[in-house]
């Protein structure tokens, strides 16, 4: 069984965009009964006022703001003028989503821990604590996708979590 495409937007200024599969398969529930629903999926580079990654139409419901390193968050956390111009990006983020998604290509432990220096980043990881309790954003952690394959499957992953939200919203119907 199918259902209409859905695009998912990727913001032009992504250096590094994740790759999205052709189709995902989601599943509906219907009195008891459960029907796989194959959906397929488009990408469009463009330019986003918010976030990196968005479902075409649904922007305001589900936007993914990605960080790819502790290297990058240390400078929109700690660089001053991209420090200002991060958080007016986060606020527009949590004033127009209903479910903000900062994705973080890397994990707790490198955020506390430098590898190279075996230096303590507490003061970056109570900067960056602070800021998603102030924009409640959620949070997803996850090693850097170093393979298209790995890229791909993060992609996916995504897909599902933007598609699940529209339609428990019920903007899309599977």
Sequence with gaps: MGSNPITV????????PLFFPT??????????????VLLPVKTKKQKLDYGDYALEGLENCCVIERKGSVREIDKNL??????????????RLADNC????????????????????QECHDGLAHRLSTVIARFNLRTLWVSKPTTPNSRRYLGAALLHIMVAHATEKNLITL
Excluded: M, Q
Excluded at 23 to 36: A, D, Q, R
Excluded at 104 to 116: G, H, Y
């Design 78 to 91: 700690y660089d001053y003028k991209d420090a200002i111009r991060t958080g007016k990006a986060f606020k």
């Design 9 to 16: 937007l990727i913001d032009t200024r992504e250096k590094y």
């Design 98 to 117: 209903n479910f903000p998604y900062l994705l973080l290509e890397f994990t707790p432990s490198t955020l506390i821990r430098s590898a190279d220096k």
């Design 23 to 36: 189709h995902i398969i989601c599943e509906k529930l219907k009195g008891g009964k459960v029907t796989k």
